[in-house]
């Protein structure tokens, strides 16, 4: 099975600022790769898709790159409502594979 | 619009079953590969099963593999997660999802296992 490692697992920043988090599969995964919030208590929502799309309707603050093996998701101008918690998903090869998460606290 | 509601969550033994189902609608269902995925409390999003549009694929994590079966009634616009032998762990929100990218997700249905 590939595994989706993120980091940090958690960090806090302060509204304004920008946060990079970093998604590492185990092996070559092309752009199947996606990106979710979850906010507290809530369903999650897809932000971004095949590795750097962005969803329809999500702000432009949001941002995603990389290809094969590392990607990143990166968040400028931070905003309350970003308090969440935000995760990968492989979906290359299956069993599909989600990252453990990592919580941002504002 | 996307809507995905989830439903036949609840309160089961040990070793019982338990089917889950999933109404879709604003999108032609038929056309879509679906999904489950589940969350335990407080823990992370776990990837189950996938089901192809006519049912022809179908793929399970190894934790529910030979225990829980995905299928579909295109008919019915429904997706449906028979699950068999639960256990503890097993305890979680159960969500159903559309594609395998996993674009739009249900509102979630609890599963409890316990006794």
């Known amino acids: 099975d590939i595994q989706m490692t993120q980091s940090p697992s958690a960090m806090s920043a302060s509204v304004g600022d920008t946060v990079t988090i970093t998604c590492r599969a185990s092996?070559?995964?092309?752009?199947?790769l996606a990106w979710f919030r979850q906010e507290p208590g809530k369903v999650p929502k897809r932000l971004i898709y095949?590795?750097?799309s962005l969803e329809s309707g999500v702000p432009s603050r949001f941002s995603g790159g990389g290809s094969g093996t590392q990607f990143t998701l990166t968040i400028t101008s931070l905003q309350p409502e970003d308090l969440a918690t935000y995760y990968c998903?492989?979906?290359?090869?299956?069993?599909?594979?989600f990252g453990q998460g990592t919580k941002l606290e504002i | 619009q996307v809507h995905l509601v989830e439903s036949g969550g609840g309160l089961v033994k040990p070793g019982g079953s338990l089917r889950l189902s999933c109404a879709a609608s604003?999108?032609?269902?038929?056309?879509?590969?679906m999904t489950w995925i589940r969350q335990a409390p407080g823990k992370g999003l776990e990837w189950l099963s996938y089901?192809?549009?006519?049912?022809?694929?179908?793929n399970y994590v190894d934790s529910v593999k030979g225990r829980f079966t995905i299928s579909r009634d295109n008919a019915k616009n429904s997706l449906y997660l028979q699950m068999n032998s639960l256990r503890a762990e097993d305890t979680a929100v159960y969500y159903c999802?559309?594609?395998?990218?996993?674009?739009?997700w249900g509102q979630g249905t609890l599963v409890t296992v316990s006794s």
């Open positions: 999802a559309r594609d395998t990218a996993v674009s739009y």
């Open positions: 604003g999108f032609t269902f038929s056309d879509y590969y």
């Open positions: 089901i192809s549009s006519t049912s022809t694929y179908t």
């Open positions: 092996q070559d995964i092309s752009n199947y």
């Open positions: 095949a590795a750097s």
């Open positions: 998903l492989q979906h290359y090869t299956y069993p599909y594979t």
